[in-house]
């Protein structure tokens, strides 16, 4: 039986390079027909926090990462302990005070990573190491090793950062006569300048990418990219199709290089893609909480101006500043597009539309654009020529979805109200 394990610290959020090899531990699993195990590593008292270990759980599952078994490590602490008099009473380890110590044998220790292919430290470089310290809490090592060993791990699917802890657990796991299992260290998440990923670039929790308005599944088809590729030059690819070819030996030694512009670009494809009607209640809340206190549109009305910006969102904030015109009473202008489009005086035009759309009974963008055209040559204008000034004045910017269609979902009272006052 294949089993695998992701095991984060309580004592941050989780951040993106987590996510990342929970994903990949979550993929082998699933792509050899085995269990992925989630065991939480809060042998830190000081450090490890409640609220972290919530974030992480609830992450975890927002990401689609299901788990088959749960441990925690404070629960196990009576193992550690056993185990550590253990190898005392077979003369493997000695005591310094209160602190269980591990000797290191001298020899030449080989491991084969199945990313990286052999890699072979000599152990006179690696000194004696801790097992349990002072304050009878086992060290990160020898806490691994035996949850790995008890829980029958098979592959240790873990960051490229710990290939310097790996001899010194196989040393561990063969003083406790255990099998040690395969290994495989992905590589390290780069910013675009091929440095080690900082919080600066975006090494940020899962929650922010949550909160800036990214999707679960495009966060995880991003994810998926960082190190492997499901080939053809596939960039959207859905979990399902990707765990029926993956193959951790496929995964790069490279470091991947994380780029937000193209995580979004990702995420807008995802968005382009959804129903409506779904786009709208993943939305809803996010008005709801920018505007507590307005009578917001909601069923049809708040997806028709959902599929009138869908196209234009990379994330689902975004639809808040795109649409923010249509919830305000009074409307901020962009500067340079009042000085570009509006500097002329147009009260004349536009009480003229005003007063011609005003008259309207069935006020959509069919007949707002009909009422438009009329106006426009009653003038003896050309329809460019009040396009863009319309725009500006109705939305504050130049640049949006159709003129007539943008009039509908703003409504005929307050496409009426601006143009009668912008000039006054």
């Known amino acids: ?11 941050g959020y989780l951040h993106i390079g987590g996510a990342r090899t929970a994903l990949f531990n979550w993929m082998y699993a699933k792509a050899q027909g085995g269990q992925f195990i989630l065991r939480i590593e809060d042998t830190d008292k000081v450090r490890s926090k409640e609220e972290y270990l919530d974030e992480i759980l609830d992450s975890m599952k927002w990401l689609g990462l299901t ?15 056993k185990y550590a008099q253990k190898l005392l009473d077979e003369g493997k380890a000695y005591k310094d005070g209160e602190a ?7 020899r030449i220790i080989k491991t084969y990573d199945l990313i990286r292919d052999e890699i072979v430290v000599d152990s006179k470089e690696i000194k004696d ?3 349990m310290k002072s304050d009878g809490s086992p060290t990160y090592s020898f806490a691994c090793v035996i949850d790995d060993a008890l829980m ?75 190190g492997w590729s499901p080939g053809n030059n596939q960039e959207k690819v859905t979990m399902e199709a990707a765990v029926k070819n993956f193959s951790i030996k496929k995964v790069n030694k490279a470091g991947a290089v994380f780029s937000l512009d193209k995580l979004k670009w990702l995420n807008g494809q995802y968005i382009k893609e959804m ?29 028709n101006i959902v599929h009138l910006f869908k196209g234009r969102m990379a994330t689902l904030t975004d639809f808040l500043e795109w649409t923010d015109f249509i919830f305000v009473d ?18 004349k035009e536009f009480v003229l539309l005003a007063e011609v759309l005003n008259q309207l009974d069935d006020f959509n963008a069919k007949s707002a654009e009909e009422s438009f055209r009329k106006v426009v040559e009653q003038l003896g204008l050309a329809a460019g020529d009040l396009v863009h000034p319309v725009r500006v004045a109705l939305t504050g910017r130049a640049v949006g979805p159709g003129l007539f269609d943008t009039m509908a979902v703003l409504g005929k009272e307050k496409t009426v109200s601006r143009l009668r006052k912008f000039f006054k």
């Open 129 to 131: 190491q801790v097992l």
């Open 100 to 106: 269980v110590i591990l000797k290191m044998p001298e």
């Open 152 to 226: 029958e791990i098979s592959c240790v699917i873990r960051g490229e950062d710990h290939i310097s802890n790996t001899p010194k657990q196989i040393v561990i796991y063969e003083a406790l006569g255990f099998k040690p299992p395969k290994f495989a260290h992905l590589p390290l998440i780069l910013d675009d300048e091929r440095a080690r990923m900082s919080k600066r670039a975006g090494a940020v929790a899962v929650t922010d990418y949550r909160t800036q308005g990214f999707l679960p599944q495009a966060v995880v088809n991003y994810l998926m990219l960082l």
């Open 67 to 81: 788990w088959d078994e749960y441990y925690k490590q404070s629960d196990r602490f009576d193992l550690y302990q």
């Open 275 to 303: 129903d409506t009607a779904k786009l709208a209640e993943l939305l809803a809340p996010l008005l709801k909480q920018k505007y507590p206190e307005k009578a917001l549109p909601d069923g049809k009305a708040l997806e």
């Open 330 to 347: 009074d409307v901020q202008h962009d500067e340079e597009s009042k000085q570009k489009h509006l500097s002329q005086d147009r009260s």
């Open 1 to 11: 039986m294949i089993r695998v394990r992701f095991a984060p610290s309580p004592t």
